[in-house]
């Protein structure tokens, strides 16, 4: 109903084009599922920022009262003092605390407002910064966790001359791999699979 002095036109646009981007099976599955793996590797980097230092400060899955006095106690939420630990170590630094927060507040969006993934609303319009920030904020804590603490505490590397511009984490190259399966070229998507089982058949 359109009352007097009120347009409709504008409304009756929207909501075509939400049903016509809601039929269109690329563009939803495309929504779909860039939303659910944004969500997936944020939830993914919360747990590895603060799983890492439980691991290293913990024993046996016991918090020591070192891991309190050396982390918790920087902030009432454990993730936040894990970050400030890292951020202790210049593993990480101002603007990528930053980052995060906006990584962290796209997350909160495309969590709260799924629906509004296959409306005319689409993604969030950072979406693409926030996705690159997080990919590059895991790559950068994984790198550093594995230049800093597992080679150098690890006898066997301590003779060996390591590049670290040689060494990427195998959570990047999981990332990739789930991102070209989901969402790449179906040949790409499926060489995966076609390669792994040529593998295991000659294994």
């Not at 049903?19 to 860039?34: A, G, N, Q, T």
């Not at 609303?121 to 979406?127: A, C, E, I, M, S």
Request: glycine share 6%; net charge negative; with cysteine.
């Amino acid at each position: 109903t359109c009352y007097a002095g009120v347009s409709c036109f504008g409304g009756i646009m929207k909501l075509e084009q939400t049903i016509e981007e809601f039929l269109d099976p690329k563009l939803l599955r495309s929504r779909l599922i860039s939303g659910a793996l944004y969500v997936l590797f944020y939830e993914s980097l919360k747990d590895e920022i603060i799983d890492k230092l439980k691991f290293y400060y913990c024993h046996g899955g016991q918090e020591t009262d070192y891991y309190r006095e050396s982390v918790k106690k920087r902030n009432k939420s454990v993730l936040y003092a894990s970050l400030d630990w890292f951020k202790s170590r210049d593993a990480i630094d101002d603007e990528d605390m930053a980052a995060f927060e906006e990584i962290k507040k796209c997350r909160n969006a495309l969590s709260h407002d799924l629906h509004n993934l296959i409306g005319s609303r689409g993604l969030p319009v950072d979406f693409d910064n926030n996705y690159n920030a997080l990919l590059a904020l895991r790559y950068k804590l994984d790198h550093w966790w594995i230049i800093n603490v597992e080679i150098a505490t690890d006898p066997e590397y301590w003779d060996k001359d390591i590049n670290p511009e040689e060494v990427i984490p195998g959570s990047s190259l999981m990332q990739k791999m789930m991102v070209e399966i989901a969402l790449g070229d179906e040949d790409v998507s499926e060489q995966y699979l076609k390669d792994y089982l040529q593998a295991k058949g000659h294994s």
